[in-house]
Each structure stands twice: as C-alpha cells, then as structure tokens.
C-alpha cells in the first residue's frame, strides 16, 4: 500500500510516500480501506515533535510510528477474529491524537476506537469532524453553560473554532467570535451574533460585553488580558500552555477566586465522537473544509495547515 511516512521528527521535508505491506489485523482489529484523513495541527505537532514533551508520547529519538495521520473516514475490508460490531462494507471513522498511521492507503484499527459514520455525509465531512471538533468538546464540556449566557470564541475560523462555535450554538447563548475580515461571513453563518475582526479590533478592550465564557481556540490571548472583559464569575479556557506555559497552573491559583482558568484536558473519544455523530446526523454540525490535497501532494498540505492559517479543516483524499 502507498503510505505517507517520515523517519525522524522535522518539517514536511521529511515527508516520503512509499509503499509498504498492507498491516494484518490482530484478532480484536479491523483492517480499514481509507478514504479521506486530514492534515491537521495534531498531525503538525507528530511530525514535527513540538513542543518538545510530544517526544515522551511518540518515541524520544525517533518516532514509534513512521507512517504519519491521526484521523480517517474508510471502509471495513477485513475484521479480527473477536470483532462481532463491525462487518466489511460498514463505512466507518475514527481518531488517535498518539497516531492512528491514517495518511495510508489502509491501517489497522482496534475496534473499541471505530465509529459507524452517520448515512447523511460524505468521506471527507466525516474524516473533517474528528480532530477539531474532538477538541472543541471538552471545551463546552468543561463548564455549565446556562441559557442567557454570553460566550467569546477567539479564533472561530480554526478546526477547534468552527466546531466550538457549532456546539456552542445549542445551547440558548449569545455568541461573539473573532476571525480574519475573509472569514466574517462564514463565521456569522455558523452562528455568531457578533463578529469582531482581529485584524482591526482588539476583543479585549470592549470591557462593555462582559462574557461569562471566553475560550480561546487558537491561544493568541491571555487569562490576564481577558480579565477586564469576563463576568464577575467568568471562566477563560484557552487551547494553548500560553507564553509562559501558565495556563497549566492558572486553574490551582484561580480555584478559589471568582473568575477562573480551565485547562480543556481532552476527553477520551468514546465520548467525543459519539456526541459528534449525533450532532452531523441532525444536521446541527458541519464541518468546515478549506481544501483537499491528494497523498502524493500531503508535503504541500503539511505546509499549509503549519503556517496555522487554515479555515476549517484540510482533507487528504486516499
Ligand atoms: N490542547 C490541545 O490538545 C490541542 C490540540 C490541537 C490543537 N491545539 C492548538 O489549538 C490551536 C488551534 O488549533 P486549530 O486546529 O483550530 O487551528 P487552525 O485550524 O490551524 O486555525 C487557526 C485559525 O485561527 C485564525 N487566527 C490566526 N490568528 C488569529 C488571531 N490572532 N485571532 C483570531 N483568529 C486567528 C486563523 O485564521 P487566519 O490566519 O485566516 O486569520 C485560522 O483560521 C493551535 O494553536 C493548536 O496548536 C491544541
């Protein structure tokens, strides 16, 4: 099988497609023809090995798994012999932050980790759900939203941003988000009751607003710039360690304060993508795709989805 793989960490460059064995599935396996993954920050992060205590997860020197990928939408093709929920043909979907050696024409999956797709979407909407909008989950499953609450959503155009924006919006809130001005149609489309323009406007001066919840997607601001703009009980969570790594121990020194720091520590997928899947099969999530790459050109796409400027979400197709 064709296969995207790279030997050590480093940039795209190191990418080389090659063709290896098809894997075998062990006994509680199911071996999966794929049909579209994407290239996501995840996947940017395995390749690259930053920030450095990535190399404890995927091997120090080198990494454990060479053939790259994280997410995948495929076809059953062949089932272990314990396996009794799947059978060849099931369109399925799936997510391994630690490597799921998806950017491959086929991998091997336990099948605790796969999910039937839901009818109503394609391949690539499907293999565009997963990384983003797993992480956007423990955003809103971090705290309690209640009706009438006002929520911020830094970076909404991002795989994090524009699945958050989506789950937040079924709770009965008041949405702001930030984007760049080529995305403020998109990102008002999605759900947003107020946009502001990070090009132009800093969401952080406009202390008028008073958000009980500001989670930032993309880790461009602070808990201490935020501050003047959350409610009195307000809670900021961001995506990012911030510039000092602070939002690690932020959570120990706001505990008993009034405003507070969450940090989104990701929930396992048996909860994640389950609630996704409901969401796409009521048509209340749609992914968003900037663009699609082929396998032979995934050098491209890597270098793309690093300069974090993606909308959405960028799909290989296999
Ligand atoms: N904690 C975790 O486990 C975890 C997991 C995955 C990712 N992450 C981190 O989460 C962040 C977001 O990931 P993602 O996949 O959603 O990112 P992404 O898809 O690469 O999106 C980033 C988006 O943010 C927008 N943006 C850039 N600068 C901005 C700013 N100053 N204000 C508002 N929007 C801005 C970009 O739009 P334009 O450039 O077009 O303006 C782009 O659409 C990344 O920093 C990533 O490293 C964390």
Do not use: W
């Given at each position: ?34 049909h579209a ?35 995948f939408a495929a ?16 369109k399925?979907m ?23 797709m ?5 391949y690539n909407?499907a293999a ?191």
């Amino acid at each position: 099988m064709k296969a995207a793989i790279r030997t050590h960490y480093g940039s795209p460059d190191q990418i080389e497609i090659t063709s290896l064995d098809i894997p075998t599935p062990k006994a509680d396996e199911v071996l999966v023809k794929i049909h579209a993954t994407t290239v996501n920050r995840t996947d940017c992060a395995n390749l690259t090995a930053k920030p450095f205590i990535m190399r404890f997860i995927l091997g120090f020197s080198k990494p454990k798994k060479p053939i790259l990928g994280t997410d995948f939408a495929a076809e059953v093709v062949e089932i272990g012999e314990n396996v009794t929920e799947f059978k060849k043909g099931d369109k399925v979907m799936g997510f391994n932050d630690m490597g799921a050696e998806s950017q491959a024409e086929f991998t091997s999956v336990p099948a605790k980790n796969l999910f039937l797709m839901p009818e109503n979407i394609s391949y690539n909407q499907a293999a565009a759900s997963l990384e983003g909008a797993h992480y956007a989950y423990s955003f809103v499953h971090k705290v309690d939203i209640k009706p009438g609450q006002k929520v911020l959503i830094n970076g909404a155009s991002g795989a994090i941003g524009s699945a958050l924006l989506q789950f937040v919006r079924q709770y009965k809130v008041t949405i702001a988000a930030t984007c760049h001005t080529k995305n403020l149609e998109l990102i008002k489309s999605l759900g947003a009751d107020k946009v502001y323009d990070y090009t132009s406007e800093d969401f952080t001066t406009d202390t008028k607003a008073q958000y009980d919840f500001v989670f930032d997607t993309v880790g461009k601001s602070t808990f201490g710039k935020c501050k003047p703009i959350l409610s009195k009980n307000g809670v900021y969570i961001s995506s990012e360690l911030g510039p000092y790594s602070q939002n690690v121990f932020l959570p120990l020194v706001t505990a008993i304060s009034k405003k507070k720091v969450i940090f989104p520590i990701p929930f396992s997928t048996q909860k994640t993508i389950p609630y996704i899947i409901n969401l796409l099969k009521q048509g209340k999530f749609v992914p968003v795709i900037d663009r699609a790459y082929t396998l032979d050109d995934i050098a491209q796409a890597y270098s793309y989805v690093i300069t974090g400027q993606k909308t959405g979400n960028v799909i290989v197709s296999i």
